[in-house]
């Protein structure tokens, strides 16, 4: 390096550390200011609630609009996820559940919308999420609802027929999965364990690389990449968390079928959620048993403009093939259109529940 260049170095390194001060002190101005918010709102209710999603939603939404580079716009959206944590936790540390144990996905989406500067509670079931929000033990839960490929999480949406918890966010999260074991050759390989939503969504990739291996099905991948870790001749398919904390290597990286392997997960707490300005609504409802009960429950929709996303059946445990529909749709229930929708639907519906509106994921 010529001594030219080493001075333009040390010239941009000293403005560096300039704008690392700079941002230094504008962050801890922005955590005072949220620690004055914190003393407005007790004083004005001692049972407040800090954590507001539709004005996470919409901070997040703002610092992508106005992001110019040549930082990505999820980089961004990152970085200003995880100062609002722990802005947030100076107000009031807030609990989260999540589908557990470490290492899972789940985890990552929970991280992925709260920050890291929560405390997270990792639980074995997702009707055990469900439960300790409900009792107040935890302030939120996370839990997953769909796949792209492989479809809805039953048991999450089957939570909802008797659950007084509100749906107040939803995270989707690029699902990358790895095949992950001590390092060996795939050929020493004889059993592989996963849970059965990952070993459905890599199905392919196993039949052509390990087409004569086990597959054990498990409860998590997280559980998974233990028992790999603990068993001669077994490898697990997990994400890297996993493998950073069962001390595992990965053997072959993004075995997933699909290239766009999707999961969505539903944040559910004990509150309602204001509008954004980019908001899904879901409902649950069933139909009288009569010719033409279902196309009639959806003309509300169609004809007040409202575009419906997602609707799914499930048994509603009432009776021998009798049925509700989970149905989820764009905008607010506060919104004009929306509420007018919802209310011809209600009228029309044997069973109507709203499960909440809250802001579109921020990806």
């Known amino acids: 390096m010529s001594e030219s260049e080493a001075q333009q170095l040390a010239c941009i390194r000293e403005r ?96 992925k919308h709260f920050g890291h500067s929560v405390r997270a509670l990792p639980l074995g079931s997702i009707s055990d999420v469900f439960q300790e929000v409900e009792s107040e033990k935890a302030d939120y839960g996370v839990v997953p609802v769909e796949n792209s490929s492989e479809g809805v999480i039953n048991h999450t949406l089957d939570m909802f027929l008797s659950s007084p918890l509100q749906i107040c966010g939803e995270v989707s999260l690029r699902i990358h999965h790895n095949l992950l074991g001590k390092a060996q050759p795939l050929e020493s390989i004889r059993t592989v364990f996963s849970h059965q939503q990952s070993l459905a969504q890599c199905r392919n990739w196993l039949d052509r690389h390990l087409p004569f291996v086990e597959r ?22 997990a994400g ?44 649950m409802v069933s139909t009288r048993n009569e010719s033409g009960a279902l196309y009639q429950l959806l003309r509300p929709l169609a004809e007040n403009g409202i575009s419906m996303t997602r609707i799914e059946s499930r048994p509603s445990r009432r009776g021998n093939w009798d049925y509700v529909f989970f149905i989820d749709l764009l905008g607010h229930r506060e919104d004009p259109g929306v509420g007018k929708a919802l209310a011809e639907l209600r009228s029309l519906a044997a069973l109507y529940k709203e499960l909440g509106s809250y802001p579109r994921a921020v990806l």
Do not use: W
């Open 16 to 111: 560096i550390d300039a704008l690392d001060e700079q941002i230094q002190v504008l962050l801890n101005q922005r955590a005072e200011a949220a620690i004055e918010v914190a003393r407005i709102k007790v004083a004005a209710d001692p049972n407040a609630v800090f954590y507001r999603p539709e004005r996470e939603a919409e901070v997040l939404r703002k610092v992508k609009a106005r992001n110019q580079g040549p930082m990505p716009d999820e980089e961004i959206a990152r970085l200003f996820r995880e100062i609002m944590s722990v802005c947030l936790a100076l107000e009031r540390p807030l609990k989260v559940a999540y589908l557990g144990p470490e290492g899972t996905f789940t985890q990552a989406a929970a991280q």
């Open 216 to 237: 054990v099905a498990v409860g998590s991948n997280a559980e998974a990449a233990r028992l790999a870790a603990e068993t001669e001749g077994a490898a697990a398919i």
């Open 240 to 283: 890297r968390a996993a493998a950073e904390l069962y001390d595992l290597d990965v053997l072959a990286a993004n075995i997933e079928d699909e290239p766009d392997n999707t999961t969505r997960f539903l944040v559910i707490g004990r509150h309602g959620t204001s509008p954004s300005g980019d908001d899904k609504t879901s409902i």
